[in-house]
């Protein structure tokens, strides 16, 4: 079967869609593989799973794969990149290697000439083969742990840090951080020493430590890079930068407050626009929140709004949601803050609050702009919220964010953000809260039997589990146990009884138990299921939802 009948049949892709990707390759001659990334209808990761499906062989991604680093010796950089593939590890005396191109026969001949060995093809998606490519050859040649030990010992050697190797240092904490595909750096002071930790899947994580000496130092240059205060020692200060890394731009947030020990600063990693958009099922949500968020995202007109605390996805939701939406035919603007991923056939703006266009003022002006769905990055304050309703009464489907701990206490943060209870009432569709929790790592999972304190909380919710999964931990998941996120959520949409009750101002517990009734899964329950499944945690359940 031909690729593009093959991802409509997969409902991946679909007609009118395969025909404008057609035109346009005959337009630039590209592959048509290209032309469908390059549009957005499909992802990469969908497209190297269809061509796996095709050729008969096993998708792998490469982003979470720890590579052995004595195959890199073997194989330099300038052979792996003209040849495309990567050698990833040695099992049972073969080679496994990761293919962009099924039909490379070179990359296995290859790997025979080198090594004697027979290569195992894996097929993977361009976008996360050269990022992986860069990636690994990268810290190879610069292995960031030999930069930071190499600087400390300098230091510890004369007193002081040589000036000239502090951009260095701050690129190497930097880097290490990428590579570990960290969302925040902490550096701070603790008992004289200076700690470097990780937020890594949303656990912090401690890496390293570095003489009191570099502090001073350290802070400086960050300070510098981000436009702020360096004799402000006394304040919080806010800032940003760009680092650029290999060939992508990644914005630094940074925030420094003074502690009793010295200034502590964190650093929020945020990757600029990137064009790898997940498709709802990808996710992780349940089946029947799937069809429910499926079915909403076709609504002319309301709110839904994607709620939970930072970091928890959010984002990422409403993309998905909108890679549901037929773009050709609706048109959809967007103003975020950034702008996270590229969107083909979406007009998509970026907030720019030094010259005063933020969510507000875009939201007044987009409805002149012709839309049939606005994404307003979030709900920060009376005058978005006030927007966002009138959006949605005058025909509008209003997608955006908010910061609350449940579905249903949108309801009242929105009272206090000054909604009038008849609009809210009349305009709300649903409200999605959702959490990410760490999945259990596929190399090192094991099951093992329910204690009586886990069968109580499952009996307690009218649920049963035979048996639990763990990881034991191994070289791939850095002995963690997991590897990776997926989301959990609960869904409260708006029924004619949820609507009566917003607009009489019902009490919260009663919003709580209509919503259920109305078919809402809590958090909690939904967690559990995955931990059922086999997916994730009681643990992990319990660290994130409570």
């Known amino acids: 079967m031909r690729l593009g009948d093959l991802l409509i049949e997969k409902g991946i892709l679909t007609e009118e869609q395969l025909n404008i990707a057609l035109s346009v390759q005959r337009i630039t001659g590209q592959v048509l593989g290209k032309c469908l990334t390059k549009l957005g209808f499909v992802s990469s990761q969908e497209l190297s799973e269809t061509l796996a499906i095709q050729h008969g062989l096993e998708y792998i991604d490469l982003r979470q794969y720890l590579i ?34 099924p039909g490379n026969i ?137 680092f650029d890394f290999l060939n992508r731009k990644y914005e630094i947030r940074v925030s420094t407050i003074p502690t009793v020990e010295g200034e502590s600063i964190v650093l929020r990693i945020l990757l600029g626009s990137s064009e790898q958009i997940y498709s709802l099922p990808r996710l992780g ?124 206490s949108a309801i009242p943060r929105l009272f206090d953000l000054g909604a009038d209870k008849f609009l809210l009432s009349s305009s709300l569709l649903a409200v999605l809260s959702q959490r990410l929790i760490r999945k259990i790592c596929p190399y090192c999972k094991e099951e093992r039997d329910l204690s009586e304190r886990e069968k109580q909380v499952f009996d307690s919710f009218g649920l049963k589990a035979e048996k639990l999964y763990y990881g034991k931990g191994c070289h791939m998941c850095r002995n963690t146990g997991y590897l990776g996120r997926t989301a959990i959520g609960e869904l409260m949409s708006v029924n004619e009884e949820i609507r009566d009750m917003i607009y009489t101002g019902a009490s919260f517990n009663a919003l709580v138990q209509a919503a259920k009734k109305n078919g809402m899964l809590p958090l909690k329950i939904d967690g559990l299921k995955k931990v059922i499944e086999g997916v994730s945690t009681l643990e992990e359940v319990e660290r994130v939802v409570g």
């Open 285 to 408: 949500f349940n089946k029947e929140l799937v069809e429910g968020l499926k079915n909403l995202i076709k609504k002319p007109n309301g709110i839904m709004l994607v709620v939970g605390p930072t970091g928890s996805g959010k984002s990422t939701t409403l993309y998905a949601l909108l890679r549901q939406v037929d773009r050709l035919r609706r048109s959809v603007i967007t103003i975020e803050d950034p702008v996270e991923y590229r969107m083909s056939f979406a007009k998509q703006s970026e907030v720019n609050e030094k010259i005063g266009y933020d969510f507000a003022l875009a939201g007044r002006n987009f409805m002149r702009h012709d839309p049939d769905i606005i994404l307003l990055g979030e709900i920060r304050d009376e005058q978005t919220a006030h927007i966002a309703i009138r959006a949605s009464i005058t025909g509008h489907l209003v997608l955006s964010t908010l910061h609350t701990n449940d579905a249903v």
């Open 106 to 242: 070179v990359a296995l001949d290859r790997v025979k000439t080198i090594t004697g060995k027979k290569a195992k093809p894996y097929l993977t998606d361009e976008d996360g083969f050269f990022e992986t490519i860069e990636k690994v050859y990268y810290f190879f040649e610069n292995p960031t742990e030999i930069i930071i030990e190499d600087i400390t010992n300098v230091t510890l050697s004369t007193g002081v840090v040589p000036p000239e190797r502090l951009p260095q240092l701050v690129n190497a904490i930097l880097a290490d951080g990428i590579r570990r595909n960290a969302t925040d750096i902490h550096i701070s002071i603790n008992s004289g020493v200076v700690s470097i930790s990780y937020r890594v899947d949303g656990i912090l994580q401690y890496a390293f430590s570095l003489p009191r000496a570099i502090h001073a130092g350290i802070i400086s240059r960050i300070k510098i890079l981000s436009k702020l205060d360096i004799a402000e020692q006394r304040l919080p200060q806010d800032g940003s930068f760009i």
């Open 68 to 101: 052995q680093q004595e195959l890199l010796k073997a194989f330099p950089k300038a052979i792996t990149e003209r040849e495309r593939f990567l050698p990833l590890e040695e099992v049972d005396g073969k080679i496994k290697i990761a293919l962009v191109d």
